[in-house]
């Protein structure tokens, strides 16, 4: 029972945290560009106000459009339970594997296109189409990266790759380093961040991710935007756990997790410093230099699988 | 066995040949029932839709019994018909089953409107014929009987295409399917005749002790792979699918489109995964049905993105999905060559699940598709719109199979793609060679292919079900009656059934494995537990959809709990940004929808675009606008217009022989028939 209970546990841990986590970017963004920014909580004050309100529905949304919302965040609270975050083993990673880890984003993804289609407003239509052309380029991007690291851990099971990552002496992998770079690519599109979306803009002409919840308010909008903050934290706990999982607890005792807790929080703060950073440093590309971008990224999964082939098959 | 304890009634061969002769006997019953017309669509349909369960029934019994032969004395004085129902022959009977019962459902509402104006006798006598043949072709034993039944399910489906005759397109199609059926035909006789110059007999049985030389098996491989690859519709050989599939009635392009073209994935199977053999193959046998598999995969989505006309999309995500199962295939041939029994066994049994899945899912959609121009007359997706108010258990219905094309969990397209990039991924276990170099590429391919049909079924669900009514006739449309719905009501069900327990589906599917291959999943079925879907063993990948969806429907639950409940929701008009009145025009449409990836694509569509606008004397002022555009199937242009040319240019060449008088042509009679006498001498 208690991998369980842990399991459960780590999983609402990246879900209570999500919204922190966001803000915390949002802080580090805002004094990188001399502003004093929202305080810490300012996520959590948002959401409350959200769930608090009166939803308004537009006249004319069918049942879909109330549905999606709860498919896209229990896909993603399924998500975040799936994937290992303080603990190597957990019962869940078995029953989902990374495949399945994918094919979750994509349900999730599936009902936001189709929340934005149940309007019939061309700002919904143009968020879907754009979001969905988008994704047909980085998901198979996302799955040949993760599949580099499957086939060097001979599973497609996250505990057993993130074990082997652990665990494995290997000497030079070079596919490893082609797998980090196409999943940091595919990780700024899939979370809707700058340089491929701009998640703060509501202009008509550079909307993808925001067009499509245009229409959304209330408690809707609020489990919408909080899986939207799971999704940020999630891709980077997967990306931290892959291929930087030194720290992570691999026995039950409560210093290791409370260790393997610090130090991911820290490799987080980290890594969300890079990406506040990279924000402030860039601005959004053109919609249609984006089928580039997403195409170097399957580029390059495909020459990490390759690699990974031709250089270090066990044959 | 449950079967053997009393003979008589229920001996196996009554249960394997009620199916087909329920089928046959429809044709007795729709002539019977000329005059009343109203009953015999009712009795036919429905003895239709009862033969269906029996062959189900007997494709069990296939799967989980022994093989049964069977003699009947018909056909050629020497040479009696040979039926034999094995493993293989037990899974394409339960394919068949299943989409008939559904169809055979769902066609006694589709039709009872037709039925009460028109003359359906033909149709009635196709469709029984067109079951029979695909059920004959599934039980062959010997290749004369196989010809027959194959000929048979060719020239009945032909009678399909070419129902609604009076439209000039309608009969262009036919012709074309004609042809290229005939062409097929023509290959998979001459892969026939190599084996029978080998063994001097039609039986199966003595087809699969034949030798030959390396050089005539890849003859074999070639003729049959192209013969049996024209009917599945496998890029670029295609070309006649988007045609002959949209024009059929609905419920004949979902047999069309859900059965038959698997009935070339099991003729592929049987001529050369049973009568040649894997033991015999080359290496480069599975590398080129890989190839092929990937090519049709991308090629078939990305060409279905662009279409307007619903069955004509649907048609072209079969070309796609007969390329996922293809993929299947070829990556299970690789690793029999290496000598991998059991991940060949893998391979196999993916394409196979996918197999059942593209039957279920495809026949869904494409009733769906009639349901719609029953109740809409629109085929195309930019006249539809805001269906899911107007009709709302079919949207149910329809998003069902959305969802499970687009392979999302929990449905059943998701297993057949984990069991197929499972497979893909075994890849470093084979030897280093530009063979197994391909699959790493493959199973890319079918991650876009994957991810494109979602993109795809987003525009076709969002176009016609969702917004608001973009013509008159879909604004007053009606729900359709009880018996479409629940014949589209049977394969979704059992879409969700399969997406759930793969657990207990696979050893069934697993069943055929050792008659092909001499080896099978053992040693996952020993080891797997009913909740884990483990294929190869636990630490290299499980997965079980029914914890995921306990967990999804939990995870819902607690958001759904999260609010305080009781909080009103207001319903006020659509903010237009204060633009006084929105109009269904204004809404995205599908051509506006794919035109991100028409511009991405762009170098294998070649669209060709036109605007043309008329102004108020100033280009600000537009007074009307239009715009249209055209895509390409580039097969048509690279292949198939040259060699319509080269033959014109030859039939051209020989124009001279045909303009003479009559003993211009005695005089050539003669002519050959001295030269043949001379080889004589």
Redesign the interface.
């Known amino acids: 029972m208690t991998p369980w209970l842990l399991n459960i546990v780590q999983a609402l841990l990246l879900i209570s945290l999500a919204p922190l986590s966001a803000a915390v970017l949002k802080k580090m963004k805002a004094r990188l560009q001399n502003r004093r920014g929202p305080g810490l909580l300012q996520s959590y004050r948002d959401l409350g106000k959200l ?2 309100k ?7 949304a ?3 459009f109330r549905l999606a ?3 896209i ?3 993603t ?2 998500a975040c ?1 799936i994937v290992p975050v303080l603990l190597v083993q957990t019962p ?1 990673s ?4 990374v ?2 880890l994918v ?2 984003f ?2 999730a ?2 009902f936001t ?2 929340g ?7 700002f ?3 968020g ?3 979001e ?2 988008f ?6 991007a996302m ?2 990266g993760v ?1 580099v690291v ?2 060097a851990a ?4 996250l505990s ?1 790759m993130i074990h082997t990552m652990l665990n494995g002496h290997f000497g030079l992998r070079p596919s490893l380093a082609f797998a980090l770079a196409a999943l940091l690519l595919v990780a700024i599109a899939e979370t809707g961040r700058i340089p491929v979306d701009n998640p703060s803009t509501h202009l008509e002409l550079t909307m993808v991710h925001e067009a499509m919840i245009l ?1 959304y308010s ?2 809707y909008l ?2 919408i935007e909080w899986a939207n903050q799971m999704k940020l934290l999630l891709f980077m706990t997967l990306l931290l756990n892959l291929f930087c999982p030194w720290g992570i607890a691999e026995e039950k005792t409560a210093p290791a997790l409370l260790f393997a807790a610090e130090l991911l929080a820290f490799k987080s703060v980290f890594l969300l410093g890079l990406l506040a950073l990279l924000e402030t440093w860039m601005a959004k590309m053109r ?2 230099r984006l ?1 580039e971008y997403l195409g170097t990224a ?1 580029l390059i ?2 020459l990490g ?2 690699t ?3 250089l ?4 | 066995m449950f079967f053997e304890m009393n003979e008589g009634i229920m001996s196996p061969s009554v249960i394997m040949l009620s199916g087909p002769a329920l089928a046959l006997f429809v044709c007795v019953a729709s002539l019977a029932l000329s005059k009343a017309k109203e009953i015999r669509n009712r009795i036919t349909y429905l003895l239709i839709a009862i033969s269906g369960a029996f062959t189900t029934a007997a494709g069990v019994m296939g799967l989980l019994s022994p093989p049964q032969q069977l003699l009947l004395p018909l056909g050629l004085p020497w040479l009696p018909m040979h039926l034999r129902l094995d493993p293989l022959a037990g899974f394409f009977m339960v394919v068949i089953g299943l989409l008939v019962t559904s169809v055979g459902i769902y066609s006694v509402g589709y039709l009872r409107s037709r039925a009460k104006t028109q003359n359906l006798t033909l149709l009635d006598i196709s469709m029984s014929l067109f079951i029979v043949g695909m059920q004959g072709v599934v039980l062959a034993d010997d290749a004369y009987t196989f010809m027959i039944f194959w000929e048979l399910m060719s020239v009945a489906s032909y009678f399909f295409v070419i129902f609604d005759h009076e439209r000039e397109a309608n009969r262009k199609a036919g012709f074309l399917y004609l042809l290229m059926a005939h062409l097929g035909a023509l290959l998979i006789l001459s892969s026939f005749s190599i084996l029978y110059a080998a063994g001097k007999s039609f039986e199966f049985e003595v087809m699969r002790n034949v030798h030959l030389s390396s050089t005539w098996l890849s003859l074999v491989f070639l003729t049959a792979g192209l013969g049996f690859g024209l009917k599945a519709g496998i890029i670029p050989l295609h070309i006649w699918l988007p045609e002959a599939h949209p024009v059929a009635p609905s419920n004949a392009s979902a047999l069309m489109s859900g059965v038959m073209i698997k009935v070339a994935v099991f003729g592929f199977l049987r001529v050369i995964w049973d009568l040649v053999g894997l033991d015999q193959a080359q290496g480069w046998w599975g590398g080129l049905v890989l190839a092929a598999g990937s090519s049709s995969a991308v090629g078939g989505v990305l060409l279905a993105l662009q279409q307007h006309n619903l069955k004509r999309l649907l048609a072209y995500h079969s070309v796609e999905n007969i390329g996922i199962i293809a993929i299947g295939l070829g990556l299970a041939m690789i690793f029999a060559h290496f000598g991998q029994g059991d991940l060949a066994a893998l391979g196999l049994v993916a394409a196979l699940y996918h197999t059942l899945n593209h039957a279920l899912f495809k026949g869904l959609l494409f009733m769906g598709a009639g349901a719609i121009l029953h109740a809409t007359h629109h085929r195309n997706l930019d006249h539809l719109g805001g269906l899911i108010r107007r009709m709302p258990v079919t949207a149910v219905l329809f998003l069902i199979g959305c969802i499970s094309i687009s392979a999302l969990p929990p449905f059943n397209g998701f297993v057949s793609e984990w069991l197929t990039f499972q497979a893909a991924l075994m890849a470093p276990k084979l030897e280093n060679s530009p063979l197994a170099a391909l699959i790493p590429f493959s199973a890319a391919m079918l991650a876009l292919a994957g991810a494109l049909t979602a993109t795809c079924f987003i525009k076709v669900f969002g176009i016609i079900f969702q917004g608001t009514p973009r013509t008159s006739a879909v604004a007053t449309a009606h729900e359709v009656n009880g018996w479409m719905l629940s014949g589209m009501a049977l394969p979704a069900l059992l879409c969700l059934i399969l997406g759930i327990s793969p657990v207990w589906v696979i050893p069934l599917i697993d069943q055929v494995s050792p008659t092909l291959l001499a080896s099978n999943l053992e040693r996952s079925l020993t080891g797997s537990h009913w909740l884990w879907l483990t294929p190869l063993s636990p630490e290299r990948a499980s997965y079980s959809p029914l914890i995921v969806l306990l967990t999804s429907l939990l995870a819902g639950l607690a958001a759904f709990l999260l609010h305080r409940r009781g909080k009103p929701v207001r319903h006020a008009p659509v903010w237009s940004c204060g633009h006084p009145d929105l109009n269904p025009r204004m809404q995205y449409t599908a051509t506006s929808f794919s035109q991100p990836l028409r511009r991405i694509f762009s170098t294998i569509y070649q669209p060709h675009e036109e605007v043309s606008r008329l102004d108020h004397g100033n280009p600000l002022l537009v007074k009307r606008i239009r715009f249209s555009v055209h895509i390409q199937d580039l097969a048509w242009n690279l292949l198939y217009l040259p060699v319509k040319r080269t033959v014109e240019w030859l039939t051209r060449g020989t124009d001279w022989l045909q303009r003479r008088q009559i003993h211009g042509h005695l005089s050539l009679v003669f002519v050959t028939l001295l030269i043949l006498l001379g080889f004589l001498i």
Do not use: K, Q, V
């Open positions: 769930f608090g009166e939803p308004i529905l537009p006249e004319g069918s049942w879909i919302p709860y498919i965040f229990a896909a609270a399924l339970a869940l078995a029953a989902a594997d495949i399945t094919g979750l994509a349900l993804r599936f296109a189709l934005a289609m149940d309007i019939g407003t061309a919904g239509g143009m879907a189409s754009r969905m052309t994704s047909a380029l980085a998901e198979p799955l040949m599949f499957s086939m001979e599973s497609t099971n057993t229409e209330g408690r609020a489990l919609i249609f089928p399957f999964a495909i699988m390759l990974h082939y031709i270090e098959g066990t044959a």
